[in-house]
């Protein structure tokens, strides 16, 4: 009796409900509802059987507008009709399973992918090698999951087979052995910003227990719930309305959460601030531009530096044996004008070392005092211990975008070493014994040598892989005869010396940064920046293996283990992509 009722009903429903399709939806889900190369297919569609027509009609009027499904908001009657039609296109069909209703999480296992960089120290270096010189030949493409945006820059993280990654305001859980989503959180992105934050970028989440964190481009810190997507808990990390936007993974210390800010070129205070994982509730803040009177105010002569800049936008480091964070910081603000500005403008493109319980400074250093050229030092911070010049010393590596290549004793911030990595490098002669640079030019080149795409160091080669771009030599330098390059290079940490290095093909284009990830495989995997996606062999340099992407890399590669299986994901224009054997 039912099924004949429905067979009668559905005509008439559809008659009637249809024209309101047929007006907003048609256009993007196709007239047939089986949608077009705008948007899915809203018949047959697993995800939407099941759902009443109050849920959907709230999905309809929420939209999803980051990825192009606009937020409705028809007269009532017409809402309910366009939902009541959805609803009845999927009359009979079985609901997807259920997927996102896990509430219990096994512990981090080894080959998890837990944080930004896999490991808290910032190394990028991995121990899983089932992916070796040998086998890495038969590496190929396992899935691949699309995000409508189009230069991606996040690093997934993975921990019990799932794995999150994000687009700008979007943040995804999916199935890391198959790819299929599990859950989606969106909002809208936000209308008046500016910079990195209005472009939509973002480079990931953090996880612990329950949770998973995430900032947007606003810069708020959400919490979601690992489970379901749902929103756990809001708050806005910025006191005062600036320029703030939200870019960066968030870092995760016990039970906190420790992020940073956006914007200097468009003038904020920057600052670093923790947070109570299970509230949201702010434990402390630590400025990077000093108020008038306080420590390092004395080095900005002028006027108060209200907006003098020092973003915190890449993902600092930390070192649990000493409970100390080591997070860099970007340029002063405004970036090429100083006029208003003499002196160093501390703590501008710094490292700060910080005690991870109150944000109080052990010690800083300025990579380069007086900026005039938007050389901020947020390249990675990477802390490792090794035997350095004949003993074990605790060290921080760090390649700046000022073209030296930096070693310090991360326990008392003293310079062990401080070398040029590229041919040429005109804004100083050399960093004298003081530990500043001896200036020759304060506008002289280069201002984008190293970025902030992720570096590593292996302990088996001992050598120190990231990308490195040969800007000196440009047309707008005055060296018409070479048009910029970028160079994978290895380097010897006690030397500085280039080991080995790789040309990239094609002159770099802006904005095309891509990380490296070394593993105890003896590999090192990168992003070309024309698209490539290349692994070679950590000891001689040698190619082993390539991946045409055919679109913009701007991220950084990761690897992980699901049952017992190793992995390797990467983001690549609008797309994660992940490869096994
Ligand atoms: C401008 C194009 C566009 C228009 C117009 C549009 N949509 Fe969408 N819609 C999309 C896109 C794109 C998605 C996929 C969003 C995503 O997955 O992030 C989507 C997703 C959906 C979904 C969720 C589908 C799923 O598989 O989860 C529903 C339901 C939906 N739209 C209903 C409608 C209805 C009803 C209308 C008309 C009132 C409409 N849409 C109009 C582009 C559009």
């Keep these: 009796m039912r099924l004949i009722a429905g067979l009668i009903a559905l005509p008439l429903l559809a008659a009637s409900d249809g024209s309101v399709f047929a007006d907003h939806c048609a256009g993007c889900h196709g007239s047939d509802a089986r949608g077009t190369g705008k948007a899915p297919g809203l018949a047959a569609n697993p995800r939407l059987a099941g759902q009443s027509a109050t849920a959907l009609r709230a999905v309809i009027q929420r939209g999803f507008p980051a990825s192009g499904m606009p937020a409705f908001d028809l007269p009532s009657a017409e809402m309910d009709a366009v939902a009541r039609y959805v609803r009845d296109l999927n009359a009979g069909m079985k609901p997807a399973a259920a997927l996102g209703s896990r509430?219990?999480?096994?512990?981090?296992?080894?080959?998890d992918w837990l944080t930004y960089n896999g490991n808290v120290n910032g190394n990028r270096y991995s121990e899983l090698k089932q992916i070796d010189t040998n086998s890495v030949g038969g590496l190929h493409l396992k899935w691949l999951f699309p995000i409508p945006y189009f230069g991606l820059e996040v690093t997934p993280l993975e921990a019990d087979g799932v794995m999150y990654v994000t687009g700008p305001n979007q943040v995804y859980a999916i199935d890391a052995a198959t790819g299929a989503q599990i859950w989606k959180y969106a909002r809208p992105q936000t209308h008046g910003l500016v910079g990195d934050a209005s472009l939509g970028t973002n480079r990931g989440v953090a996880i612990r227990d329950d949770r998973v964190f995430f900032v947007?481009?606003?810069?708020?810190?959400?919490?979601?719930?690992?489970?379901?997507?749902?929103?756990?808990?809001?708050?806005a990390m910025a006191e005062e309305p600036q320029h703030y936007g939200g870019t960066l993974a968030p870092l995760v210390v016990k039970d906190k959460v420790i992020v940073g800010v956006s914007g200097a070129d468009e003038g904020i205070r920057g600052f670093v601030a923790c947070y109570k994982a299970a509230t949201g509730e702010l434990v402390w803040r630590h400025w990077t531009v000093p108020r008038r009177?306080?420590?390092?105010?004395?080095?900005?002569?002028?006027?108060?530096?209200?907006?003098?800049?020092?973003?915190?936008?890449?993902?600092?480091?930390y070192d649990a044996a000493t409970d100390t964070l080591y997070?860099?910081?970007?340029?002063?603000?405004?970036?090429?004008?100083?006029?208003?500005?003499?002196?160093?403008?501390?703590?501008?493109?710094?490292?700060?070392?910080?005690?991870?319980?109150?944000?109080?400074?052990?010690?800083?250093?300025?990579?380069?005092?007086?900026?005039?050229?938007?050389?901020?030092?947020?390249?990675?911070?990477?802390?490792?211990?090794?035997?350095?010049?004949?003993?074990?010393?605790k060290l921080l590596l760090h390649a700046d975008r000022n073209g030296f290549f930096y070693v310090l004793d991360r326990v008392t911030g003293e310079l062990?070493?401080?070398?040029?990595?590229?041919?040429?490098?005109?804004?100083?002669?050399?960093?004298?014994?003081?530990?500043?640079?001896?200036?020759k030019?304060?506008?002289?080149?280069?201002?984008?040598?190293?970025?902030?795409?992720?570096?590593?160091?292996?302990?088996?080669?001992?050598?120190?892989?990231?990308?490195?771009l040969e800007e000196c030599v440009g047309e707008r330098m005055g060296y018409p005869d070479q048009t910029g390059q970028r160079y994978l290079r290895a380097v010897n940490i006690e030397t500085g010396a280039v080991t080995w290095e790789i040309a990239q093909p094609g002159p770099a284009k802006a904005k095309t940064w891509s990380g490296v990830l070394a593993t105890a495989g003896g590999?090192?995997?990168?992003?070309?920046?024309?698209?490539?996606?290349?692994?070679?062999?950590?000891?001689?340099?040698?190619?082993?293996?390539?991946?045409?992407?055919?679109?913009?890399?701007?991220?950084s590669p990761m690897t992980f283990t699901v049952s017992g299986k190793q992995y390797v994901a990467v983001a690549a224009g609008p797309n994660i992509l992940c490869f096994g054997l």
């Design 216 to 235: 947007t481009d606003n810069a708020h810190l959400i919490a979601l719930e690992r489970a379901s997507g749902n929103l756990a808990w809001e708050t």
């Design 327 to 393: 997070w860099p910081t970007g340029n002063p603000f405004p970036d090429s004008e100083d006029a208003d500005r003499g002196g160093d403008n501390l703590y501008t493109d710094s490292i700060l070392a910080m005690n991870a319980a109150d944000g109080t400074l052990k010690w800083h250093y300025q990579f380069t005092p007086h900026d005039l050229r938007d050389r901020d030092a947020t390249e990675p911070p990477v802390l490792i211990d090794a035997d350095y010049l004949g003993r074990p010393r």
């Design 293 to 317: 009177g306080e420590p390092g105010s004395e080095t900005w002569k002028g006027s108060e530096p209200s907006m003098g800049g020092g973003s915190t936008w890449l993902t600092g480091s």
């Design 103 to 111: 509430v219990t999480w096994h512990d981090p296992q080894p080959g």
């Design 523 to 555: 590999l090192v995997f990168y992003g070309k920046p024309n698209g490539g996606f290349d692994t070679v062999d950590a000891r001689s340099g040698e190619t082993l293996w390539h991946f045409p992407t055919n679109t913009r890399m701007k991220a």
């Design 441 to 468: 030019d304060p506008g002289g080149c280069p201002d984008d040598a190293a970025n902030w795409s992720s570096t590593a160091y292996s302990p088996a080669t001992r050598l120190y892989y990231f990308l490195a």
């Design 416 to 439: 062990l070493l401080a070398k040029p990595f590229l041919r040429r490098v005109d804004w100083a002669a050399g960093i004298g014994a003081d530990g500043r640079p001896q200036v």
